[in-house]
């Protein structure tokens, strides 16, 4: 676990516990019998030990939407799996796999992330051909337990508003130090003065779509039927740069996690690729950026 980065139930790694990964060898027997059982695994995968529920549905309803479910032979009320993200149950299945395929060193003693220069960072971001902005505030006096999901929430919030407002973002992340930051990369961060608004199929009634946008000030072109049968309008897109979008979802703090929401209106920034720059001089970020450019599966490095 530890040379795959998914040790530890702490929130900020959503990984395996000990207690887990004691009961998951004991139930199989051994670490090898463990390993390629979990090579087959899928998501919702039901572990029972001490065959506490009759039917895997039940268990699968109990804790819906889990990844693992590994009933707590103490507790069978408990998922003790329930810290698992799904990407870190699909890194442990993996790995599996490949181990079982090919047994080396880098599974359990993986290599250290190279740390990036400044020379090198502006390389890479150059070459990606993306453009990173880096919201950054003051990180609230909270335990890690607490501090994350309110980051990730935030992280969501503001993922699915940019999308709403037309811009890809290809990837993001959390930090968290003194300071506290949410990465976004966007794959296209300056959009045309025209957007499509999409409405319903011919087969249903599109009489109130077309109404609402045929007295929109917005209207450009439309409504017309595209080609995959469905009503389309034109109209102006407001906000056409990604900054002044991120900036405006910053301002409105809504949906964010409670915690963040009193620090960003504290103050923040939102720092460009310049900024990213400055920021290396914190060894924390530094570790965090430079493993955000360079991810990889730590077996691979």
């Known amino acids: 676990m530890n040379g795959a980065g998914i040790y530890g139930s702490e929130l900020k790694i959503q990984g395996f516990s000990g207690y887990l990964c004691e009961l998951l060898t004991l139930h199989y027997g051994s670490f090898q019998k463990l390993v ?48 698992v993200s799904m990407e870190n149950f699909a890194v ?8 079982l395929s090919r047994p080396r060193r880098e599974f359990f003693f993986s ?13 890479i971001i150059k070459q990606r051909g993306t453009k990173v902005l880096c919201v950054v505030f003051k990180s609230p006096d909270l335990v890690p337990d607490v501090l994350y999901p309110q980051l990730r929430k935030t992280q969501r919030t503001i993922m699915n508003r940019l999308a709403q407002a037309g811009f890809d ?37 599109a009489g109130d779509f077309i109404r609402e946008h045929l007295r929109s ?58 900024g990213l720059l400055k920021l290396l001089r914190d060894r924390k970020f530094k570790e965090f950026i430079s493993e955000y450019f360079t991810r990889r599966l730590p077996w691979y490095r």
């Not at 919702?44 to 529920?53: A, S």
């Not at 290599?111 to 390389?123: F, G, P």
């Not at 130090?177 to 966007?186: H, K, Q, R």
């Open 217 to 274: 000030e917005k209207m450009l072109a439309g409504p017309y039927v595209d080609p995959t049968g469905r009503m389309v309008f034109e109209l102006v897109q407001e906000e056409t740069d990604a900054a002044d979008a991120l900036k405006r979802i910053m301002e409105k703090r809504t949906a964010f996690g409670k915690h963040v929401i009193e620090a960003v209106g504290k103050g923040y920034k939102i720092v460009d690729e310049s």
């Open 92 to 99: 442990f299945v993996r790995a599996c796999q490949e181990f």
């Open 111 to 123: 290599n250290k992330v190279e740390l990036l220069d400044a020379k090198t960072l502006q390389k």
């Open 36 to 83: 390629k059982a979990a090579s087959r695994w899928k998501p919702g995968t039901v572990i029972d030990p001490e065959h506490t529920y009759r039917d895997e549905s039940e268990p699968n309803i109990l804790f819906e939407g889990q990844p693992l479910i590994v009933i707590d032979p103490v507790d069978p009320n408990r998922n003790v799996a329930a810290a």
């Open 169 to 205: 973002v290809l990837r993001s992340d959390v930090w968290s130090d003194s300071d506290a930051g949410i990465l976004l990369e966007f794959r296209v961060s300056k959009l045309p003065r025209v957007r499509k608004r999409i409405g319903p199929p011919i087969t249903l009634d």
